[in-house]
């Protein structure tokens, strides 16, 4: 289906570009959004009259979504969430979750603007980008941990699975020492350094 763009849709183009699209894309989402109409002789010409207001209009809500930017841009929030010890979440953040998160620290945004390219499903500290208008969009961090303590190493850049990880390997060992029974464990290590040198 040809359509004519009302407003900058990624990946499709700018206002007033008349491109193909799949007729399911156009009928379920552009066309009910208002983001374009059917490339028609009639459409065209209404479009052509109203170029001017429409390109007004999207400039207007640029400009608000630019002021608006300033209290989005950069803001973290902080998710708690149960996960299993390798650090894989029971579950995983939704979109609702972090729209939630946001607004309580007052940045008023709306569902639909979270772009998330993936689930979250491990703890860790993501980038999340947030698109407050087509033309307009900010990145936020999402920090997903299992306390508040946890949280907070993860935003001074610490990898709490990497060092949780390396707390065990550690721990594992101290406790292994293997000059306690030269015996038998120290044919067990020769006997692997043997198979090497011979290959």
């Not at 570009?17 to 009910?32: E, H, I, S």
């Not at 479009?47 to 930017?69: G, P």
């Amino acid at each position: 289906m040809d359509i004519i763009l009302l407003e900058r849709v990624e990946k499709l183009g700018n206002i007033g570009d008349v491109v193909t699209v799949k007729d399911g894309f156009a009928r379920n989402y552009l066309l009910p959004n208002k983001k374009a109409l059917r490339a028609n002789e009639a459409n065209k010409k209404v479009f052509e009259a109203n170029r001017a207001k429409i390109e007004a209009d999207n400039a207007e809500k640029r400009s608000d979504a630019q002021k608006h930017a300033g209290n989005v841009e950069g803001k973290q929030v902080v998710l708690i969430r149960a996960s299993s010890n390798s650090g894989q979440l029971y579950g995983s953040v939704s979109v609702r979750d972090i729209v939630d998160a946001l607004n309580a620290e007052g940045a008023g945004i709306a569902k639909q603007m979270i772009v998330l390219e993936r689930p979250i499903k491990t703890i860790g500290v993501f980038d999340v980008r947030v698109s407050l208008h087509p033309e307009v969009s900010v990145n936020v961090k999402v920090n997903v941990a299992r306390s508040p303590d946890e949280a907070d190493l993860q935003s001074q850049g610490v990898d709490v699975m990497a060092a949780m990880f390396e707390q065990d390997v550690s721990g594992f060992t101290e406790a292994y020492n293997p000059n306690a029974e030269p015996g038998e464990i120290a044919a067990e290590e020769e006997a692997p350094a043997e198979g090497e040198a011979q290959g």
